[in-house]
């Protein structure tokens, strides 16, 4: 009676780990950032406006895992995107900006997803999350929470736009100025975040 005792608890045992696995496994999702996701950034002068971008994130192995909550998902990734990879299609302004940014201390700028407010997989073209991640730039990391909006879905393959304001002070960076101070770059950066990921089964 006593083994038959044991085989039941054992057998109970088993299948309490095969369900939480099991559970794991179906909750959790990862995702493949693909190559052409992209980095643009759209900032004034005193004198007129100018964008600069990365146009291609140049990486094919970096994954978002999701670990379900209850309000979302708690993210595992980081993004590095290499400062010297910026074009603002204007050789000067390029390398101010990789001058301003301590492209030659601090070469790249760092993304690490902390959570976002809904499943990846949940996600229909035109619905709105919002991502919580830390931004690291020339060194210094600061927090934000990022709204990106789904703008094509399917069940393997979603694009992600978010868009944020950030400010070079905020990273203990001053704007770049040019000719004694006449052009003058202003603080606030709009940043946009597009993000290819393909569903990793």
Not at 59 to 73: A, F, L, P
Request: hydrophobic share 40%; charged share 20%.
């Amino acid at each position: 009676m006593q083994s038959f005792y044991i085989i039941l608890f054992l057998w109970f045992n088993h299948l309490f780990i095969f369900d939480k696995c099991t559970n794991l496994l179906t909750t959790n999702e990862a995702w493949l950032v693909k190559t052409h996701s992209s980095l643009k950034v759209d900032g004034k002068t005193n004198i007129n406006s100018f964008s600069c971008i990365v146009p291609s994130y140049n990486r094919d192995n970096d994954v978002i895992i999701c670990e379900k909550t209850s309000n979302g998902c708690k993210i595992k990734s980081q993004l590095s995107i290499p400062i010297l990879n910026f074009d603002c299609y204007h050789k000067v302004m390029t390398k101010d900006l990789q001058k301003t940014l301590k492209a030659s201390i601090h070469p790249n700028m760092n993304i690490e997803f902390k959570s976002f407010t809904k499943l990846p997989s949940v996600l229909t073209s035109g619905s709105s999350f919002v991502a919580n991640a830390d931004i690291t730039l020339a060194g210094v990391i600061r927090s934000f929470s990022i709204h990106f909006i789904a703008k094509k879905s399917a069940s393997e393959n979603i694009e992600l736009v978010g868009k944020k304001t950030i400010l070079f002070t905020e990273f203990g960076l001053t704007p770049p100025s040019k000719l004694g101070g006449t052009i003058k770059v202003k603080d606030e950066l709009d940043v946009e975040f597009r993000l290819f990921l393909q569903k990793i089964n």
